[in-house]
C-alpha cells in the first residue's frame, strides 16, 4: 500500500526506508514522524489499519504503543510535582493510605517501587476495574525493598502513578492527560477511548504464542509473573476489544499517532510541558543497573528510559518514542504488527544520516519495555 504524509526535501531517505518497512509489514502498518529544527520535518503511515484490510492507515490513526505510554503517564504526575502538590520524597502512603509498600513517590516513578506482580490470581476483567486493581496493588507485598532494585512495572506502572494524581488532583488519569496535557499541546494521544476515537483505532496483529515466547525468552522468572496476572495484556483478542480501548490502563494502553509521540517529546524538549528543572530531574538517572524483570541493564529517569544519547521509551512489538538531546531531535514510531525495535532503528539511524550525524548502536537505546 502506497505511503501517506511527508517528509521534508533532505529527508528522501528516511521516506524510502519507511516504505520499505511497510512493505515488509505482516499485519497491520506504522507510522512514523520526527521533530527537528524545531518543525515535524517527518509525518508518514501506511498499511491497514484492520485485521480485514478494509481500512487503510490515515494520518489519524490511533494505534497502541504498549510502554511508549508510560512517559505520558509520568509528565501527569510531574506536573503536580512541579506545582508542589506531589513530593518526590515523601512516602506514597501521605497520599495513598493503605498503600502497602514502604515506597515514596520517587520509589514509583522510577521504577524502584516493586509493586511490579499480583499474588492472587486475578481475571482479564480486573484491568477494567480502576478501584479493584488499585486495591490489589495496594496490598501487595512488593518484589524487592522500594530503593534497593529496580525493575519495570509493566502492567501496573500507570495505575501506581495514575491513582497518586487522582489522590491529589481528583481527575483520573484519562482525564488529566487529556486537559491538562494532551489537549493544550495538541497531541492526539489519550488513555480510555471514546466510542469515535475506538473508531480510528488500529488491530494490533501479530500477537501469537511465537511473539510471546519470543518476548520472554532469557528473561528473569519475574517477568512472566509481572506480565501474565492479569491475563490478556499479550492477547490480541483482549487488545483489540472495545473493552480493552475504553478502559484506562496507562502502563500499556495509551492510544496515540506518531506525531503525538514525537510531539510529545518535542513539547517537553522545548518547554512546552515541563519546566526545563522537572524535565532535567526527570530525565537524570535515578538508578542504573540490572533490571529486575526485564533482566539487562538499564537506567531510569522519572518514567523515562535513559541512554547515553538522549531519553524515551520503547514498547512491546517495536513502537518507540524519545529525544536525542546531542542530536536535537525527537521522534515517534508506531506499528500494528508486533515484532522488533530493528524497524525505528532502522528509521532513526537514516533520520541521522539526513542530518550528518553518526549511527546510534543498539546497546545504546533505552529500555524497550513491553
Same mark, same amino acid.
Given at each position: 500500500m502506497e505511503t501517506q504524509g511527508f517528509a521534508d526535501g533532505r529527508f528522501g531517505p528516511v521516506r524510502q526506508c519507511f516504505a520499505e518497512i511497510i512493505a515488509a509489514q505482516p499485519g497491520t502498518g506504522a507510522a512514523f514522524a520526527a521533530w527537528c529544527d524545531g518543525r515535524l520535518v517527518v509525518d508518514l503511515c501506511g498499511g491497514y489499519a484492520d485485521l480485514g484490510r478494509r481500512r487503510r492507515w490515515d494520518a489519524d490513526s490511533l494505534v497502541q504503543p504498549y510502554s511508549v505510554s508510560k512517559p505520558f503517564a509520568a509528565t501527569c504526575a510531574l506536573r503536580l510535582v512541579e506545582a508542589g502538590r506531589l513530593d518526590l520524597d515523601a512516602p506514597v502512603q501521605r497520599y495513598w493510605p493503605g498503600f502497602r509498600a514502604p515506597a515514596t513517590v520517587r520509589h514509583v516513578l522510577s521504577h524502584q517501587a516493586g509493586v511490579v506482580m499480583l499474588d492472587e490470581p486475578v481475571p482479564t476483567e480486573a484491568f477494567y476495574d480502576w478501584d479493584w486493581l488499585c486495591a490489589l496493588l495496594a496490598a501487595q507485598q !512488593?518484589?524487592? !525493598? !522500594? =530503593?534497593?532494585?529496580?525493575?519495570?512495572? !509493566?502492567?501496573?506502572? =500507570?495505575?501506581? #502513578?495514575?491513582?497518586?494524581?487522582?489522590?491529589?488532583?481528583?481527575? =483520573?488519569?484519562?482525564?488529566?492527560?487529556?486537559?491538562?496535557?494532551?489537549?493544550p499541546a495538541g497531541l492526539d494521544f489519550a488513555f480510555g477511548l471514546s466510542p469515535s476515537q475506538q473508531g480510528r483505532a488500529v488491530d494490533l496483529t501479530g500477537l501469537d504464542d511465537a511473539f510471546r515466547g519470543g518476548s520472554a525468552a532469557g528473561r528473569p522468572d519475574l517477568y512472566r509473573l509481572a506480565i501474565t496476572n492479569p491475563p490478556g495484556?499479550? *492477547?490480541?483478542? #483482549? #487488545?483489540?476489544?472495545?473493552?480493552?480501548?475504553?478502559?484506562?490502563?496507562?502502563? #500499556?494502553?495509551?492510544?496515540?499517532?506518531?506525531?503525538?509521540?514525537?510531539?510529545f517529546y518535542h513539547a517537553l524538549a522545548t518547554g512546552g510541558l515541563l519546566s526545563p528543572g522537572m524535565l532535567a530531574e526527570a530525565v537524570t538517572p535515578q538508578c542504573a543497573g540490572p533490571d529486575l524483570v526485564?533482566?539487562?541493564?538499564?537506567?531510569?529517569?522519572?518514567?523515562?528510559?535513559?541512554?547515553? *544519547?538522549?531519553?524515551?521509551?520503547?514498547?512491546?512489538?517495536?513502537?518507540?518514542? =524519545?529525544?536525542c538531546t546531542a542530536g536535537g531531535y525527537t521522534v515517534g514510531f508506531v506499528t500494528g504488527s508486533a515484532g522488533s525495535h530493528d524497524r525505528v532503528d532502522k528509521l532513526e539511524n537514516t533520520l541521522r544520516e539526513c542530518l550528518g550525524l553518526a549511527p546510534i548502536p543498539a546497546a545504546g537505546d533505552p529500555p524497550p519495555g513491553i
Open positions: !512488593p518484589a524487592w !525493598p !522500594p =530503593g534497593t532494585g529496580h525493575g519495570e512495572s !509493566p502492567l501496573f506502572y =500507570g495505575h501506581l #502513578v495514575g491513582e497518586l494524581v487522582r489522590r491529589v488532583d481528583g481527575r =483520573g488519569l484519562g482525564r488529566f492527560l487529556r486537559e491538562e496535557i494532551c489537549g495484556a499479550l *492477547d490480541g483478542s #483482549v #487488545v483489540n476489544s472495545a473493552a480493552w480501548r475504553a478502559a484506562e490502563i496507562p502502563a #500499556v494502553n495509551g492510544h496515540g499517532t506518531a506525531a503525538a509521540v514525537a510531539g526485564f533482566g539487562g541493564d538499564n537506567a531510569w529517569g522519572l518514567g523515562f528510559g535513559i541512554s547515553d *544519547d538522549g531519553y524515551g521509551m520503547g514498547g512491546l512489538g517495536g513502537s518507540y518514542g =524519545g529525544s
